[in-house]
């Protein structure tokens, strides 16, 4: 089990409160000494650059992982994959493409899947969406407190895919224990017009209209309901309000 040391699972930073009783620098300088008594001891490389990724040292474990005397492990491919992805901006092609031949080989690997969930949210809504769905099937308990943030890109990955009936699961079910979470409702009122639900749409918006100077999105989304529904003064009230709100 590549979690028995605890270290893998500080590969994401969204674990490293799980890991907080744990002796990182002990285990660091153990895992520098034995690939200075042993260069060809591999776990130690990848082990090592979990930690150096924990701390935010992308590039160190880049070159750390560059001297792996296996570069084929899959856990060295996992940790060169997340480290050179945090390098640039954009990421390096490289890095993608480590980690999707990571998450060929094992799906289970959750923190390459949620790496390229992230990713390819609106270059690829659906894979970004396939890969999400992966990370919270095989994700640590210990990462749960996150699962809302992912359940929100999750949700918006099914709205880009236009996926209306997977996006209105994510964002009820988020409004569901935060009833007030505006970008939830925000997203939702989306999902409801693309689906052309616009009875839902009109009375969710209606109730959300102060705040539509911070969000224009809303005059505009419930302008075209109205249109829809054939009430082309309320429309035009709404396309105007909307021409002053937005930026």
Known sequence: DRDVTGVQTC?????RHALESDDFPTAEAKFREAISLDPKLNDAYWRLAAILYGKKKYSEAVELLRRAPDKDDLDVREQLGLSLYKTANPPPAEAVKLLEDVVSKRPDSYAAELQLGQHLVKSDPKRAAAALEVYLKYRPVSAASIDPQIHMVLGTAYL????????????????????????????????????NECSRAISLYERILGEAQRQPSIYYNLGSCYLREKRAADALREAELYTKAKP
């Open 11 to 15: 590969a994401l930073p969204i674990c």
């Open 160 to 195: 880009y895919a236009k996926d209306y009936d997977g996006a209105e699961r994510e964002f009820d079910g988020l409004l569901k224990t935060k009833p007030n979470d505006m970008t939830a409702k925000l997203m939702l009122g989306a999902v409801l017009v693309g689906k």
